[in-house]
């Protein structure tokens, strides 16, 4: 028996989501986000963040981060530099290659956002929006 219930349901649209994401990056080149190190790119940001931190926030492991980032520096990704303040730290930050992908993403979530829109008609999808922002907070 298919769960019934509001969790499963918002389930089903995330992955509906994800699955259009990952295509639409794949087709623009960055095929590396359909992999599990394409899910810590979300807390890296324009300004980039340390290691230790970015284990916190992707709730994974130092271990899982460093191959994770390990990985994403071989691609030309990411990069890390030396904590100015801390000489045993160390920030993730995003290369030009980086930048570049999370233009994409930027780009790529907005068409899906816009074809949900379309699906939904703007007043719908504009009152699940902000219904969705009350349920999360924001």
């Known amino acids: ?6 969790g499963w349901t918002l389930w089903q649209a995330t992955l509906a989501w994800r699955r259009d994401f990952v295509a639409a990056m794949a087709a623009a ?3 590396w986000f359909a992999q599990a190190r394409g899910n810590i790119m979300v807390y890296v940001g324009p ?4 290691q230790a931190d970015l284990a916190e926030k992707a709730g994974l492991t130092k271990q899982a ?5 390990d ?3 071989s691609d030309g990704i990411v990069h890390r530099t030396r ?6 730290a160390r920030w993730v930050r995003l290369t030009p290659a980086g930048e ?19 699906k939904l008609g703007s007043a719908d999808f504009d009152e699940l929006d902000a219904l969705l922002h009350r349920v999360v907070g924001r």
């Open 83 to 88: 904590d100015e303040k801390d000489a045993r």
């Open 47 to 50: 300004n980039g963040i340390r």
């Open 65 to 69: 981060v460093q191959q994770f980032v």
């Open 100 to 118: 570049a992908a999370m233009r994409d993403a930027d780009r790529i979530k907005l068409e899906i956002e816009e074809k949900w829109r379309a």
């Open 1 to 6: 028996m298919v769960p019934d219930h509001i």
């Open 71 to 73: 990985e994403l520096e």
């Open 29 to 31: 080149g960055h095929g």
